[in-house]
Structure formats: C-alpha cells, structure tokens
C-alpha cells in the first residue's frame, strides 16, 4: 500500500521534494468500517489551499501524514451494515491505494451507471460546483449572454454545457491553448472561444461579447475577473468559484480596478462553494445524468495512470495539462 504525504509547505509552486510517496501497512478495518482499494483518485485545484498553513474552509494537511481528497474504489472487506465487500464507494481518503474508511463518509455508486471516474467528475464534486454556481449563486436565466474562464476544465466545461442547454443566448469561454479553444467551439457548442495567452483578455473577451455579459463564472481571478466586470451589462452576475491564477503566487496579485462599475451596472458578485450546495445533488444528478447519458452535455477527463504519477497528476492541473476533469487511475 502506497500512500503520498506532505513534508513540507510549499512556497510558490510545489517542489517535488514537498512531498513523498511512502510504503505503509494496508490499514485494518475498524467496527463500522470498509476497507477501500482505491480505482481512481481526484487531483484538484483545492489542494493547493490545503498544502499551506493559512487557516481557511478546509483544515491545512498535515506535515508528515497521508493527503486526502476524493476517490472511487472497491470495497475488499467490509465491517459496517449496508455496504458489502464488491461494492463501489465514493469517498474522501485519496491519494492512497488503501483507505479504510468509516461507512457513513462513503456513499455506495454504481459502476453500471456510469464509468467510475465520472463520480469524480462530471457526474460529482466538479459538476455539481459548475451546476449550482450557475443555476443557484450567478442565478442564470434563459437569454443570458454567459462568461466562463478556465473553460476546458472540469468545472468550466460543464458550466457553458449547461448554459446552452437551457437557453443561453451566446456562450463564451477562455482557455489556454489553441486545442483547447477548438474543443470548445467544435464539440461542446460554446459560441466563441479564445486563448488568454494570445492577447489582453479584455480585448479578447469584447471582441467575443461585442453585447457584453450577463453572467461570469470565474474559475482563474485577477485579468479575467477585470475583464468580465468591463464587459458586465446591467443587473449582470459574477459568481466567484475559483482563483486558480493567484493559487501559487507568493505576492499577491494586484487587484481589479473595474469595481465601480458595479454600481452603474447594479452587478453583483458572490463567491460560492459547492459544500454549501449538496442539497441539489439529487436535483443535478437527476437532471444532467440524461444528458451526459445522451451524450447532449460531453466531457473530457485526462486520466494518469499509477499512484506514483498522483503529484505530477495534480502539478498538471495547476498547469493547465488537463482538459476536464484530471484524475489518477490506480
Ligand atoms: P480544471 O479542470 O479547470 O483545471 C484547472 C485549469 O486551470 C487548468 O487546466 C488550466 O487550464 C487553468 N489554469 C491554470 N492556471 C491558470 C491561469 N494562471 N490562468 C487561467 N487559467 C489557468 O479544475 P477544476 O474544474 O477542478 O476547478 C476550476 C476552478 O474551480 C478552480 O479555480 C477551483 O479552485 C474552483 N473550484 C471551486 C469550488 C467551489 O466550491 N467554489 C469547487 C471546485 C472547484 P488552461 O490551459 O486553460 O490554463
């Protein structure tokens, strides 16, 4: 059983040396638990956060001892009522081969239903985020003219899916690389797209928008988020999900200077985060399911194989490696 722990904080962008990929004894289920081989496990932007000692939503990993984060995997023996050894769990003891894991953090999923990643993605955590930042917190409508950064990406690619399928008037997405423009455009139905590394975003994003935005789903922060503020129309929306441009600065990054404009526009702007939001995960489920069935709403995954690539995987995130959801397959 191999497992990766931190060992010390990383400062700018994480070294190699931050971390260890460590043999440990395949743990022993307690009563109440179910001992998990691990089939996949989630590299997200989030643990960034969790690698620094700053205090904030999530507590900060600790130094010396196994990550966490997201995985699927099947039950080899199980100690806990209603879960039986066979079955699939999703569940939250990542970045190991073996979890032993107390039956009320791990939720049962069917892997005739749907590929197994996808409960890590487009199906899970990523899509409900990209759902209910839509639906709930940017309060989008038919007719709306929507923004979404980092558009290739899990969350992002999911966000201007959902938005045509129910009746946005353009949708408009950045990403960075050419390749991945064109995915945008080609397969996934985004009305414009372009790459924030050709040019000023600003410009980019008014030449896509020449009627401006209604809503702005930021996934990256600082040019971008003061790009779709000047390009906000009256009564617009920004929901603030992510910041992924700042996450390894180590100043920090001077801030927009289109704020007041929120007041001419009556914008408004909120930050969410999809723990808040699990109420709607029956309700997304329920209506995206169909869809990703039907192949109506498509994904990508970038899928890297072996627990050993686990780091390189989540180094690959903050690159931009990926286009959709990124996991590591064991
Ligand atoms: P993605 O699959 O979108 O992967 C991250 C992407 O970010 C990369 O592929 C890269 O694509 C892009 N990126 C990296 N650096 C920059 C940069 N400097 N400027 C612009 N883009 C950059 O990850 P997720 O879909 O999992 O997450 C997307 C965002 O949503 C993140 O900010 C994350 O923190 C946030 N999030 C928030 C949640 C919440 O509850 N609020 C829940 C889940 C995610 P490219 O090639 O285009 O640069």
Redesign the pocket.
């Known amino acids: 059983n191999r497992e990766w722990h931190l060992l010390s904080r990383p400062v700018g962008w994480p070294k190699p040396e931050d971390f260890a990929l460590v043999e440990a004894p395949v743990p022993t289920p307690d009563e109440g638990q179910v001992l998990v081989r691990n089939k996949y496990l989630s590299v997200?932007?989030?643990m960034?956060?969790r690698m620094s000692a700053a205090k904030s939503y999530v507590a900060p990993f600790e130094l010396g001892k196994v990550m966490q984060g997201g995985a699927v995997g099947e039950v080899v023996e199980s100690r806990a009522e209603g879960i039986s050894a066979g079955d699939h769990v999703l569940h939250f003891s990542g970045w190991r081969e073996y979890a032993a894991v107390d039956a009320k953090n791990a939720v049962k999923v069917d892997p005739e239903a749907a590929p197994l990643s996808t409960y890590l993605g487009v199906l899970g955590?990523?899509g409900l985020?990209?759902y209910?930042?839509l639906l709930r917190t940017a309060s989008f409508k038919e007719g709306d003219t929507v923004f979404v950064?980092?558009?290739?990406?899990?969350?992002?690619?999911?966000v201007g899916q959902i938005a045509k399928l129910k009746g946005a008037s353009r949708v408009i997405g950045?990403?960075?690389?050419d390749e991945?423009v064109k995915l945008l455009v080609d397969e996934y139905g985004f009305d414009a797209a372009f790459?924030?590394?050709n040019g000023p975003v600003a410009e980019q994003l008014r030449q896509a928008a020449p009627d401006g935005i209604d809503v702005y789903f930021?996934?990256?922060?600082?040019?971008?988020l003061e790009a779709a503020i000047g390009s906000l129309n009256q009564g617009g929306r920004i929901a603030?999900?992510?910041?992924?441009?700042?996450?390894n600065n180590t100043e920090p990054a001077p801030g927009p200077k289109n704020l007041a404009r929120l007041i001419q526009t009556r914008g408004r702007i909120e930050?969410?985060?999809?723990?808040?939001?699990y109420d709607l995960q029956p309700q997304f489920v329920q209506e995206v399911g169909p869809w990703v069935a039907s192949g109506a709403l498509k994904y990508r995954e970038?899928v890297v194989e072996g627990i050993e690539n686990n780091l390189e995987a989540f180094l690959?995130?903050?690159?931009?490696?990926?286009?959709?959801?990124?996991v590591v397959k064991l």
């Open positions: 997200d932007p989030y960034r956060g955590m990523t985020t990209a209910a930042g950064s980092g558009a290739a990406g899990a969350v992002g690619s999911q950045s990403a960075g690389s991945k790459n924030y590394k930021d996934n990256v922060g600082g040019d971008h603030v999900c992510g910041m992924i441009s700042v996450y930050g969410f985060l999809v723990g808040d939001h970038t690959g995130v903050l690159r931009g490696d990926n286009i959709g959801k990124m």
